[in-house]
């Protein structure tokens, strides 16, 4: 293995430290002018251990900002009516500001009518479809998380995104698709790619940024990347690896996001910092 530059690293967790900081100190002004703190209610269906794991560090983050955590766990054979009618309870309880549904939601529960049964002033994860359309308007939305935060750590490193020619693979509509709409929206030109695209690493090569997000271990080549290009890498696959041969990458790269450590703690920050702000919309607090 080369030896890694920390020069080159993305640090995310630094990051989502300071917006964390931040974070708790507007949860301060949004409770001293209320009495009321910010509540992200988190919905998981089934016991997928990942899911699991994921929903206990996001109420580990929450209760480090002092945002109030509240956890509704639905038992595996939930049906798409059943998680509906939780989901329609938190979005009626006006001390509730943030609406999680962990994904994925398994089978064969509609994962599409259960998000849009959440309000956009609740929709802190960016999951609805009029969340979405706000997002390639370029109108003001609690964007999907991974995009945004992703976006704050392209700022933080100074990225020049304005004229810059982007990859991005994958076409999720909570990850690629609105990830392409906020690069688009930054005056980038922007190929959305994904594991079918033909001719991807010849694509992948002339890219200034790429962005991976297609849920493949080191599917992304150290070959593809071309020298001086930004690497931000958002899979996360067992054994702690991401969707870029990281080992290879990191020599051509300019900057490169690691796995963990990167993508990861800007996702979590990022809604818990939604979620303040969604409270302080819903409450009348100027932040």
């Not at 609690?142 to 935060?149: D, I």
Request: charged content about 20%; some cysteine.
């Amino acid at each position: 293995m080369p030896a890694i530059n920390k020069a080159k690293l993305m640090d995310g967790r630094a990051l989502a430290k300071r917006i964390l900081e931040d974070v708790a100190a507007k949860v301060q002004k949004i409770r001293t002018a209320t009495g009321v703190a910010p509540c992200l209610a988190t919905v998981l269906v089934g016991d997928d251990p990942a899911s699991l794991a994921y929903t206990r560090m996001k109420r580990k983050r929450c209760e480090e900002a002092s945002v109030r955590p509240l956890s509704i766990e639905l038992p595996q054979g939930t049906t798409t009516e059943q998680l509906i009618a939780e989901i329609s309870k938190l979005a009626a309880d006006a001390s509730v500001h943030g609406i999680l549904v962990q994904h994925p939601v398994p089978k064969p529960v509609d994962k599409r009518a259960a998000f849009e049964v959440i309000p956009l002033e609740k929709d802190v994860d960016g999951v609805t479809s009029g969340t979405l359309g706000r997002v390639i308007l370029g109108m003001p939305a609690f964007c999907s998380c991974t995009p945004r935060g992703i976006m704050r750590l392209l700022d933080e490193y100074q990225v020049e995104l304005d004229g810059a020619y982007a990859a991005v693979i994958g076409r999720s509509p909570i990850l690629g698709r609105p990830m392409a709409s906020m690069l688009i929206n930054r005056h980038a030109t922007v190929t959305l790619c994904h594991s079918r695209t033909r001719s991807l690493p010849t694509v992948v090569r002339g890219a200034d940024v790429v962005i991976a997000a297609v849920g493949r271990p080191r599917f992304v080549q150290a070959g593809w990347i071309k020298t001086g290009a930004v690497v931000i890498d958002a899979g996360y696959n067992p054994g702690n690896i991401g969707d870029v041969d990281f080992e290879g990458a990191i020599e051509p790269a300019s900057l490169i996001t690691p796995v963990p450590g990167g993508v990861g703690p800007m996702t979590i920050a990022t809604l818990i910092d939604q979620t303040a702000a969604a409270a302080a919309m819903q409450l009348g607090v100027e932040l």
